[in-house]
């Protein structure tokens, strides 16, 4: 079975990763996926996104990362996906207003579905958590997390570029290389990059991917 792609980075992730949208989109239309999520650092790519994805007949999802800097002078990333529009984009617009305080607004954000990243650890700022290919190092404390707080999980890609084929591509613009899979990953290659998972874990986290996509 095919699962939903909920977070998904193009070309509007600027001097971070390669994918115009008509690729990204072919690419998801390749892995017959059902439906999928735009979440660059910002939202100039949604209508780009809402047209190509239709094109190849997958259901365009929009959402955003966002960083939340720390005086250590790490920059954690977290991220959300739009259940009412409106109340994203106003979400989206509070969090980038000079000396914003992201935390607060996530507590009251409204139509708006919310994941820890590696950024958030408070559980009243979440709604999910999420597993992706990126750290060993950040499964392990995505599933401590889920365990303590039982927040539900889910699984996407690490995506810096669609397909395996666009690695060169890649390659011309990245800053660093990674050992970790930097494509969008089907499903059988997210479950063996999960492995930290039990099939039971896994199973319930692609039926919360599934749920999340409905809404």
Not at 103 to 123: K, T
Request: glycine residues 6%.
């Amino acid at each position: 079975m095919t699962i939903p792609q909920l977070r998904v980075r193009t070309e509007f992730s600027f001097r971070e990763g390669f994918g115009p949208v008509p690729t990204v989109a072919a690419a998801l239309k390749d892995l017959a996926c059902p439906a999928a999520a735009m979440v660059d650092g910002g939202t100039w790519g949604h209508a780009e996104w809402a047209k190509q994805l239709e094109k190849v007949g997958v259901k365009p999802l929009f959402g955003r990362e966002f960083v939340l800097k720390q005086e250590d002078g790490r920059k954690p990333v977290a991220w959300a996906l739009a259940e009412d529009m409106r109340g994203f984009y106003n979400f989206s617009t509070a969090i980038q207003k000079e000396g914003a305080y992201i935390e607060q607004e996530l507590y009251a954000a409204r139509g708006v579905i919310r994941f820890a990243g590696a950024a958030l650890r408070d559980p009243e700022t979440f709604d999910y958590i999420d597993i992706n290919p990126a750290s060993p190092l950040q499964q392990s404390a995505a599933l401590r997390m889920h365990e303590a707080t039982g927040k539900p999980l889910v699984v996407t890609s690490d995506n810096l570029y669609p397909k395996l084929s666009d690695y060169s591509a890649f390659m011309a613009i990245a800053r660093t290389e990674r050992a970790t899979p930097q494509h969008i990953l089907n499903r059988a290659e997210m479950h063996a990059a999960m492995s930290i998972l039990s099939d039971a874990q896994f199973g319930a986290a692609y039926s919360n991917c599934l749920e999340i996509a409905e809404r």
